[in-house]
């Protein structure tokens, strides 16, 4: 990653670091020995910093594992040893292969409020930077807000939009968007669908429908079900992402509004406890803030 890109996410990662970094670095200062205390102590510290239960137990039992190996038994050398283990988790069972040169269909899914419509927006610039052709689709017609804004965003990024007016059916918008994108040659279709967590069978259906439709007239391109899911909420979002994940199946998580939040260990716990890869982090309002997830750079940033 880039020098200017590592320090944004460095500086987005700053409340959870004030929160989590600090109060490991002082707990490793005063420790002598590494025991069972110290173990206890760094459980709750991570706890407090929304990890969530089941994954801080299962970083500590990996941390202990892994001292042992190593023959670790200074506690400044305890810290390297985490970073290490949340990276490894982090990297697990994303072994995914994009082709990079395929036309791609990106679904967006998730609730109002999160940072949906915003994330598709910066999406659309960052591939039109990269000199990709971008297409968006209006398909989140529950609120005529919804339609607006990306709007506004599709002007933003120079790029174009297929919508219809407020209420009407979400796979007719993506039907139209699909036609457009054969017709224009585009390379990336990213429809913001689902703008909320209305009756799961309605969910299911729309999505099955819109999946439908994309299978039938665009089947050989890559497709990918994103889901937004807001940081601040910390383990709010595990359960969100659970709720979405019984509707219908999520390729990866887009995490927004990270740098507003001490709360960015939730990272580390949508991975271990849903096993489904981030893709994308929010790191700031700026339209460059939107980051692709790396494993590496985000359990260095944050510890």
Known sequence: MLGGLFDKLKTGLTKTRDSLTDKINETLKLAITIDDDLYEELEEILIMSDIGMDTTVEIIERLKKKIRQEKINDPQEVKPAMKAVIEEMLLEGDDREVDESKKKVMLVIGVNGVGKTTSIGKLAAKNKAEGKKVLLAAADTFRAAAIDQLVVWSERAGVDIVKHGEGSDPAAVVFDAVQAAKARDVDLLICDTAGRLHNKKNLMD????????????????????????????????????????????????????????????????????????????????????????????????LL
């Not at 937004?228 to 998580?253: H, R, W, Y």
């Open 206 to 301: 729309e999505l099955a429908k819109i999946n439908r439709i994309i299978d039938r007239e665009l089947g050989d391109r890559e497709k990918e079900t994103l889901l937004v899911l807001d940081g601040t909420t910390g383990q709010n979002a595990v359960i969100q992402a659970k709720q979405f994940m019984e509707s219908c199946p999520i390729d990866g998580i887009i995490l927004t509004k990270l740098d507003g939040t001490a709360k960015g260990g939730v990272v580390i716990s949508i991975k271990n406890t849903l096993n489904i890869p981030v893709r994308y982090i929010g790191v700031g309002e700026g339209v460059d803030d939107l980051q692709e997830f790396n494993a590496k750079d985000f359990a260095e940033a």
